[in-house]
Every structure is written in C-alpha cells, then in structure tokens.
C-alpha cells in the first residue's frame, strides 16, 4: 500500500524567511502533484512533475522531484503572507486499469508579518 | 469549462436519513475521483472510475456508502443511513490521463455534509 508523508504537518514562519516541505512516499512512481488548499476552500493545483529531477518553479515556491529518493521538496522563498495555506502533495498510483491520487497530510503553512 | 462542478454545497441532515451527493466532471475528463476530507483523517480517496466504470472502491468505509457513475457527466455517491461520523467535507475531482499532466486531477467545491 502507497504511504505518502509530508513534513512538517505544521509550519509557522516569518515572512522574508525560506523553508522546505518534504514529502516521501514508499512505493516506486515517476509523478508527484502539489496542490494549494486556503480554508474553507477546494484544492487548486499548484505543481506537476512527472519525471525524476524535474523542477518547477512559480514566484516564491519551487518543487522538485527525486523519484530515486522517493522524495518531493516544496520550498518557499522570502515567504509573505498570501503563501498561508495547506500544502498537499499527491503521488500518482498505477494500478491495472487505472491511477489513483493518495495524497499527504498536508503542511498547514502560516507565514506571520 | 466550469470546472468540477459538485452539489449541494452543504447538506445537513439527521442520523439515518439517506445523503446523495452529486458530480458533473470536466468534460472530456475520463477519470472521477471521490475524496472525503475529515480533521482528523485528512483526505482519503474513497472511489474512483475510469472511463465510467469502478476501478478501485477500496477506501469506501462500509456498505452504507455507494458511488455510481452511470455516463461521462455524471456521479453521486450515496450514504444510506447517514451516521454523525460521516460528516466531513467530500469532494469529486476529475482528470484526463496520459494527455501530457499525468493524473492531475481538477477538484470540485466541495460538499460540507453534516449530519445531526
């Protein structure tokens, strides 16, 4: 069975200041998604990667993917307030007829001024 | 296109009375996902379907609950009786795989079930 961890669950930050979300998983999968979840609200899709050593980067945040590791990093830079919200990484299941999402916990982010 | 489009928004109802939720995926997307989001158990995959037909119904939670999708734009998942525990947000995401994103699904509002 897929286990997919994020770390840290919780993460209180300093606006200007940088930090990394980690995310394992525990069975071989060349395709990793992060998703942005603001209370109260639907998940909205933040990063696709589908292979080992992609990078995506958009402003502040950088995710990357290391499918040797079995391991996702989403890093923020500079953080500001707006980048408050939970971070969900999704690992991409392949299954005989089909893929499933199974997804982390979620690192609820809180970036204070 | 409108996106995933999921309702009611809220639902509330008594213990027993049966719940139907209702989806309509992104058109063109062959893959629909129901997802359940709790406190205290984060988001859990409960079903999904392929090309309309149930691929994987391991994380429904007993046999109270059941999920159809009966053409492309369309599913519900059902609760019957609905119990107290069952409250918790539930979501319809829907994908298109292997047109060059891989599995990245798109989701739905939400449905804010709360049963008294």
């Known amino acids: 069975e897929l286990k997919v961890e994020q770390n840290p669950l919780f993460l209180s930050m300093q606006e200007g200041k940088n930090y990394t979300i980690y995310c394992n998983y525990s069975t071989t999968s060349d395709r990793l998604y992060w998703y942005r979840q603001d209370p109260g609200k639907s998940l909205e899709s933040l990063f696709v990667l589908l292979s080992n050593g992609a990078v995506k980067q958009e402003g502040r945040l950088m995710a990357s993917l290391d499918t040797k590791a079995r391991l996702s990093t989403l890093h923020i830079t500079a953080a500001v307030h707006d980048l408050s919200a939970t971070y969900f990484c999704?690992?991409?299941?392949?299954?005989?007829?089909?893929?499933?999402?199974?997804f982390g916990a979620g690192t609820i982010l809180r970036v204070k001024s | 296109d409108a996106g995933v489009i999921q309702s009611p928004r809220h639902e509330v109802t008594e213990m027993g009375q049966e719940v139907t939720l209702r989806c309509k995926p992104i058109?063109?997307?062959?893959?629909l996902f129901w997802y359940r989001q709790t406190m205290m158990r984060g988001l859990e995959l409960l079903i999904y379907?392929?090309?309309?037909?149930?691929?994987?119904d391991s994380g429904m939670p007993e046999d109270r609950f059941s999920a159809k999708m009966p053409n492309a734009s369309f599913s519900t998942l059902k609760i019957q009786p609905s119990e107290p525990r069952d409250s918790a947000v539930y979501f319809c995401?829907?994908?298109?795989?292997?047109?060059?994103?891989?599995?990245?699904?798109?989701f739905g509002q939400g449905t804010r079930l709360t049963v008294v």
């Open positions: 379907f392929n090309n309309n037909v149930p691929i994987d």
């Open positions: 999704a690992v991409d299941m392949k299954q005989e007829y089909g893929n499933k999402l199974v």
């Open positions: 995401a829907s994908s298109r795989p292997g047109q060059g994103q891989g599995t990245e699904a798109f």
């Open positions: 058109s063109g997307h062959n893959s």
